[in-house]
């Protein structure tokens, strides 16, 4: 397997994690995105959306790091990183979703860059944007997984979840920008707890070949 990844690229950290999680071995192939790499004709040839991450295996190109998750997942079940009933499956693919759909898609690189390169945004405005979203997206869930009696050593009970391999991530870029994550004490307690795990410690943007 293939991965192309960028080292802060907090999508393909998802995948960084789920794949060593599974314990699978693979070769990194970092697409440079300060420097536009990802437009670049050979990486759109794999990706035409032009995002990281991508992997490519014995069956083909695949894209969307949580389709990738979820691919990795069935063709390789244990450990499982969307276990229990529908139920349960549903709140991990809820809390996943919630960062990678409501979050982090506001924050991208290409987002940041429309606002100040075409829409004249400010430096101050980007970063008021940033913060915004960010603390809209954790507070929702910081109350979410404090309130919530299923939520365990992790997001959802005492093994790593899907989950999991989106809250890391993102709390990583949070602290990236120096954004202030006090008021996120059940985040912080469960990234603390999955960062102890090799696979999550592996993962990590400045453990990658890529890393600056
Ligand atoms: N929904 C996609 C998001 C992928 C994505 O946004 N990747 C970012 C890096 S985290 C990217 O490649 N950005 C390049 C750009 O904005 O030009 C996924 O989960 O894979």
Not at 72 to 87: F, S, W
Not at 104 to 120: G, S
Not at 165 to 190: E, F, G, H, K, M
Request: proline share 8%.
């Amino acid at each position: 397997m293939k991965l192309y990844g960028y080292f802060r690229s907090s999508a393909a950290y998802r995948v960084r994690i789920a794949l060593g999680l599974k314990g699978l071995a693979y070769e990194y192939q970092a697409v440079h995105l300060r420097k536009g790499e990802q437009s670049g004709e050979s990486y759109r040839s794999l990706n035409p959306a032009q995002l990281v991450p991508a992997l490519v295996d014995d069956r083909g190109t695949l894209t969307q790091s949580l389709a990738i998750i979820e691919y990795l997942d069935e063709r390789h079940p244990h450990p499982p990183l969307l276990p229990g009933p529908p139920e349960a499956r549903a709140r991990i693919r809820a809390i996943a979703l919630s960062i990678a759909c409501d979050i982090h898609p506001l924050d991208n690189l290409r987002v940041l860059k429309y606002l100040v390169k075409t829409l004249a945004a400010s430096e101050e405005a980007k970063d008021a944007w940033y913060r915004h979203w960010i603390d809209v997206g954790l507070s929702a869930l910081e109350e979410h997984l404090s309130r919530d009696r299923v939520t365990g050593e992790f997001c959802h009970g005492d093994a790593p979840t899907l989950a999991d391999c989106c809250l890391v991530p993102q709390l990583a870029n949070a602290r990236r920008s120096n954004i202030p994550l006090d008021a996120y004490p059940t985040l912080r307690r469960i990234e603390a707890r999955c960062n102890a795990l090799p696979a999550f410690a592996a993962a990590a943007p400045d453990k990658q070949p890529d890393a600056e």
